[in-house]
């Protein structure tokens, strides 16, 4: 056994073992190892919840694991992609293995291929319906039966953009993904409030996330493009993941238990803008 699955093997027993307390609710958060995902389970852990991060990379999840300090025996790590069923498939049985009834799933692995009509080939328009809606849509068909069946109801929230809504400028296949999920948000709230399962999405406009690097050829362009975005919104400045993880963490809350189907928009009033 290598050094990083004992790690994975240690994470794991830690999360079987606090299981055994009932009272501490299960999220799977994907692409949890970074941004938003990882900063909704900084969240999450405070308040007392049993996180469980995916994502490809597992040296990347280890050390989101890591950094989520003194909590890790509430927090466990799986890799996953999500442009793979049966990776996929492998993932929700191990889960399933060592983490009964889970309470949340956050939908928030995603990509953001740029293109319009001329250059958007038909791999990378897969690449975004997979990571961002067939993924999705895998995972919450997967864990469904075993969320109707928990006492405490199941809650889903998908992460979209505020490109499902208003399409962004050269981000064809992003934009009609994410516009997908909301509609997969509001269809499946429709179908699984009879089983006491709330399904919302969150919209986020713009925000300082790993998701942004790859599209910049050095730090200080970066920034100027942050600037320059945070300047022509309402609020001044564009979005930190925290802001994001707030309305998240809302969804999974008691206080949202009436609340399904609902899209919330958090982006510094860019869609006024
Ligand atoms: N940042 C923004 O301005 C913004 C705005 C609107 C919406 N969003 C949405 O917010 C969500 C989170 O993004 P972020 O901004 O926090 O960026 P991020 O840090 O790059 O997070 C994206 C995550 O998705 C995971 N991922 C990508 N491809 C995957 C695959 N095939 N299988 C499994 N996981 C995969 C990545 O993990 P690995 O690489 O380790 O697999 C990564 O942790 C995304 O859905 C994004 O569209 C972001």
């Known amino acids: 056994m290598q050094l990083s699955e004992i790690a994975e093997f240690l994470l794991v027993l830690g999360a079987m073992t606090t299981q055994k307390n009932q009272k501490v ?71 399933e293995g060592t983490h009964k009834g889970l309470y949340g799933l956050v939908n928030n692995a995603g990509v953001y291929p740029l293109g319009g009509i001329s250059d958007t080939s038909a791999g990378t328009w897969d690449e975004a319906m997979e ?72 919209c986020p406009g713009i925000v300082r996330t790993p998701l942004h690097e790859t599209y910049h050829t050095s730090k200080s362009e970066l920034e100027q493009f942050y600037a320059k975005r945070g300047a022509s919104l309402p609020l001044g400045r564009i979005g930190e993941p925290s802001d994001v993880a707030g309305a998240v963490k809302f969804f999974l809350s008691e206080q949202a238990s009436w609340v399904t189907g609902e899209t919330l928009v958090v982006d510094g009033g860019r869609l006024l803008s």
């Open 131 to 202: 990571v961002n809606v067939k993924g999705p849509f895998l995972l919450i068909q997967a864990f469904a039966k075993a969320m109707a069946k928990n006492p405490a109801g199941g809650r889903i929230v998908n992460i979209s953009s505020t490109a499902g809504i208003l399409p962004n400028h050269f981000a064809l296949a992003y934009s009609v993904s994410k516009a997908a999920m909301v509609h997969l948000t509001r269809t499946l709230a429709k179908e699984m409030g009879k089983d006491n399962i709330t399904v919302n999405c969150v």
């Open 25 to 95: 609710k299960t999220v799977l958060i994907t692409g949890g190892g970074s941004g938003i995902g990882f900063e909704t389970a900084k969240l999450l852990v405070a308040e007392n919840y049993r996180i469980i991060l995916l994502g490809r990379n597992r040296e990347k999840l280890q050390e989101a694991a890591r950094s989520l300090g003194g909590a890790s025996d509430r927090v466990s790590i799986h890799t996953c992609d999500l442009r793979d069923p049966a990776s996929i498939k492998k993932t929700v049985q191990k889960i």
